[in-house]
């Protein structure tokens, strides 16, 4: 699947789950061994139960269908305690929370660190190091996951 058929698809996807009060969170589509797997992550203010998955689960497969998608296996679910953080608003819910950060070869510093979320901009983010502020900037940065032991 090309780039933009998925933004269209996430796009259609993201619409259709917000009339129901549910936020699309990411999608996955990749092969792996037991075939092609879909995966589409959902988060609510209330939490994910299996309900809420169900219900995003039967609103989603009519636009997957109507797209004509491949795919052996379709999941649902929570992005989990240790969801990866990827958009403003994933940031700013989380600021003050627990992170993981893998930066990439060009960052002048570790490659990994753990701290708390303690600044956002779409230039870099914040992280508190022990009692130390470290500023990476965001095209340095490979992923930031949510830590929940922190």
Do not use: W
Request: proline share 3%; with cysteine; net charge negative.
């Amino acid at each position: 699947m090309g780039r933009k058929n998925l933004q269209e698809l996430t796009s259609q996807i993201e619409s259709r789950l917000a009339l129901m009060n549910i936020e699309l969170v990411d999608i996955e589509y990749r092969k792996e061994s037991e075939g092609q797997m879909l995966r589409i992550y959902i988060d609510q203010d209330s939490g994910v139960d299996l309900d809420a998955c169900a219900k995003a689960s039967r609103a989603v497969k009519s636009i997957i269908d109507e797209k004509d998608l491949y795919y052996d296996h379709m999941e649902v679910s929570s992005p989990g305690l240790d969801r990866v953080l990827k958009n403003e608003r994933d940031f700013i819910r989380f600021m003050g929370c627990g992170i993981r950060v893998n930066t990439t070869k060009g960052f002048d510093g570790p490659r990994k660190l753990s701290g708390v979320l303690a600044g956002y901009s779409e230039e870099s983010i914040n992280i508190k190091v022990s009692e130390q502020f470290v500023e990476i900037p965001r095209e340095q940065i490979s992923m930031v996951r949510l830590r929940p032991e922190e």
